[in-house]
């Protein structure tokens, strides 16, 4: 029975490596936090990177730049005049402690599972691009940039039809 209960202690163990392992943000899950981040990060003195009152004021500045994405992720965190709320300390105490943005943007997330639904745009060469490789989230942006819909369309095969539609009157090549 001993060797039992130790046999299932080692098996816990394991499966929480696991799904530690599995559960851990990934770059492409959270694109914004994790660049915006790094970017700060990278921006930020010696004599600031230890007080998390310093990093605040700093990452204050750094928005007041910023754009688009980078825009929402500020007024997400607080950084802007216009946020409504601000979980700024859920950033600077962590930097302060040099914890790697990965662990910063899990952090973020718990708070705010808005901050990792935001992604940048990705531009797509429509001349080159397989559809079929697309996720069906692209695959509507495409659509919605040309200001089109896809009325029924329920498979990706349905929204890779109707783009192949469009393509010849949005999609022009150089002669």
């Keep these: 029975m001993n060797s039992l209960s130790a046999m299932f202690v080692q098996l816990v163990l394991v499966a929480s490596v696991l799904m530690g392992a599995i559960s851990a943000l990934k770059p492409e899950d959270c694109e914004v936090c994790f660049k915006v981040v790094e970017k700060f990060s990278n921006t930020l003195a010696d004599d600031v990177r230890k007080d998390p009152t310093k990093i605040e004021a700093e990452f204050r500045k ?12 500020c007024y997400y965190l607080g950084g802007l005049e216009e946020s409504a709320t601000g979980i700024l300390g859920e950033l600077s105490k962590p930097l302060s402690w040099s914890m790697p943005a990965e662990k910063i943007c899990e952090k973020l997330k718990k708070k705010d599972n808005q901050i990792c639904d935001l992604r940048y745009d ?3 060469d ?16 495409i659509l919605n940039d040309w200001d089109e819909t896809c009325d029924g369309c329920l ?21």
Aim: charged share 45%; net charge positive; aromatic share 8%.
């Design 155 to 175: 498979e990706k095969s349905d929204f890779i039809k109707r783009i192949e539609e469009l393509k010849p009157q949005f999609v022009h090549s150089e002669l």
């Design 122 to 124: 990705k531009t797509i």
């Design 126 to 141: 429509l001349k080159t691009v397989d559809l079929k490789k697309l996720k069906v989230r692209d695959l509507k942006k």
């Design 62 to 73: 750094f928005c007041k730049g910023s754009k688009s994405k980078e825009n929402r992720f």
